[in-house]
């Protein structure tokens, strides 16, 4: 593979020699069915999602730059949505997938969309946003390579695994959601999945992945579930860990490593044991009983059943706790682009806003809500870039319903409205998550990697800003947050748009524990935000509407 890649380097160099004009970035066209079907993830049949037949979906194997054009038909009876977890869409929220940015796929229609993993590489996934669908699958692996002539801090290996895990539930999706609009909660999950099965554990699984003795192997763990914490290992093997969702950090083993949902970690495996079968093993954290799971790796040529006896998992989040502090940002790894990491000094910029949201659930009407800062968000019809583009924003939302540091009666009563935050483009802002909770909760951003400096027990005060990890806090796009502690994490909000904060666990998500936070470009200007695009869909109150002339212009 080395080999391929030295010549393809040759070749590339010797073009870029005799041509003048650069070429475009490459396209890569998908057309993806959306559809019902029926699989048995637990052992009993139900009703999945499918993409072109498939749970989990296809792959995206992708590289820095690409045009992705996936051209997405909904063939199920509801409306339908998909968010690129992690892919941050510079200047184009056009694409994101969630339902402040789009109007959703109606049912016998299709949408193409169209984006770039612009500066970025590393492990990620795709899943619906729409109603309860992600419990029903229609998630997949995204992966995004480096481009050849930017070294990475591993040699190539023999290949390259995504491994998805997940909670999964027997109840369908619509079931689920009818709990849930009914004001009680799903509970917990009935099983775990490594890419969409369970395993017998009897030795009669068939093998997801095949290893060839003394070779090495790219391993992508992401939890694609909907509310619980896993941990993931495998049998006599230590995973190195090399890459967290779009970073390279400094590489350490592991036994196992707590993957919380909506996280993505590339590892690297190496086949060095007896020649035989092995199990991966993914178990649940946090749950008054453990869940737990397994999957087959086969060595070629190897002899010999896997060893029932599995290995044990971690117990208490504190181990949890101390292994995110033991990730690094690798400063001097190159990522997307030829400079390291590390010459960008996040700890040495000006902290001009900070953002404390804390996490609380109630009942509003006897049915339960879960809220951020006392406001639990809810979607309207026209989705809120839309109607920001349009100019009808006041008949949709106010920005700025919530306070920065909200005081205790201010998060005691919830009340549902939408919920937007306005902020200035290009400042740097510290945001806190404030968790008062006995469960662990997990935060991501769309739009943005920011840096995870802090995790703590207790409640946050700017003294605590001294415990900060101001030099190689790994820059991320999703941040655990344990019982009665607080996560600090710092970033230049310099991406234009209506991007989604929002917590990972789809129960609470869908019953209102996100906002929106609106960076618009002071200048109007198409160096910070593309306009929407023409074939952008519309809907609620400006379903009939003209697109207003292009804001944006120059360049």
């Known amino acids: 593979m080395r080999g391929v890649k030295l010549l393809a380097a040759c070749l590339y160099l010797a073009a870029a020699a005799t041509v003048v004009v650069r070429a475009e970035d490459p ?70 997938g969630t339902q402040g940015t789009m109007c959703p796929i109606m049912p016998g229609t299709n949408f193409t969309y169209h984006f770039q993993p612009k500066d970025q590489i ?77 395993g017998k554990g009897d030795g009669s699984d068939a093998p997801l992945f095949t290893l060839k003795p003394g070779k090495t192997y790219r391993v992508r763990v992401c939890n694609v579930g909907i509310k619980t914490s896993l941990n993931f290992r495998i049998q006599n093997h230590k995973m190195k860990l090399v890459e967290m969702e779009g970073s390279h950090v400094l590489q350490n083993d592991y036994d196992s490593l707590d993957v919380h949902v909506g996280q993505c970690f590339g590892t690297i495996v190496t086949a060095n044991q007896e020649p035989k079968d092995y199990y991966m093993v993914a178990s649940s954290r946090f749950l008054k009983k453990v869940v737990t799971t397994t999957g087959l790796l086969r060595y070629e040529g190897g002899k010999g059943a896997a060893s029932t006896q599995l290995p044990a998992g971690p117990v208490g989040w504190a181990w949890s706790l101390n292994q995110f502090r033991s990730f690094r940002w690798n400063l001097t790894a190159s990522a997307a682009r030829p400079n390291p990491q590390g010459s960008y000094h996040y700890g040495k910029i000006n902290i001009t806003r900070t953002i404390k949201l804390v996490n609380t659930q109630g009942k509003v009407d006897g049915k339960l809500r879960y809220a951020l800062n006392g406001v639990s968000h809810t979607e309207p019809e026209t989705p809120l870039k839309l109607a920001e583009y349009f100019g009808i924003a006041d008949k ?55 840096f995870a400096v802090a995790v703590e027990p207790g409640t946050w005060t700017p003294e605590k800003r001294k415990n900060y990890n101001l030099l190689d806090a790994v820059s991320r ?42 960076i618009l470009s002071p200048e109007k200007s198409l160096r ?28």
């Open 122 to 198: 590393g492990s990620y996934f795709y899943y619906p946003t729409t109603g309860m669908h992600r419990a029903a699958g229609g998630y997949g692996g995204l992966r995004v390579n480096s481009r050849l002539l930017i070294p990475v801090p591993y040699a190539d290996p023999e290949d390259d695994y995504t491994v998805l895990i997940g909670d999964w539930f027997t109840k369908s999706h619509t079931q689920l959601k009818k709990f849930l609009d009914g004001g009680r909660t799903i509970g917990r999950p009935d099983g775990i999945v490594i890419n969409g099965k369970s």
């Open 27 to 96: 396209y890569f066209h998908h057309v993806w069915n959306v559809t019902y079907g029926t699989a048995s993830p637990l052992g009993v049949p139900q009703q999945v999602i499918l993409i072109n037949g498939q749970f989990p979906g296809p792959n995206i194997n992708s590289t820095s730059n690409n045009n992705v054009i996936i051209n997405v038909f909904n063939n199920l009876d509801e409306p339908f949505l998909i968010t690129w977890n992690g892919i941050q869409h510079r200047k184009n929220c056009w694409q994101d």
């Open 396 to 450: 949709v939302f106010k920005y700025d319903i919530i306070t920065d540091s909200p005081t205790p009666e201010q998060i005691k009563n919830i009340k549902i409205e939408p919920n937007v935050l306005n902020v200035t483009h290009r400042t740097f802002v510290e945001i806190v998550f404030e968790n008062h909770e006995k469960t662990v909760q997990s935060w991501h951003l769309d739009g943005y990697a920011f």
């Open 477 to 518: 796009h999703t941040v655990q947050v344990y019982p009665k502690c607080w996560a600090a994490i710092l970033l230049s909000f310099d991406n234009c748009g209506m991007w989604n904060i929002r917590s990972e666990n789809t129960e609470r998500r869908y019953l209102g524990q996100q906002l929106y936070a609106s």
């Open 528 to 555: 910070d935000e593309y306009n929407m695009p023409e074939t952008s869909l519309q809907c609620g109150l400006v379903k009939n509407t003209p697109k207003p002339p292009n804001p944006y212009a120059g360049a």
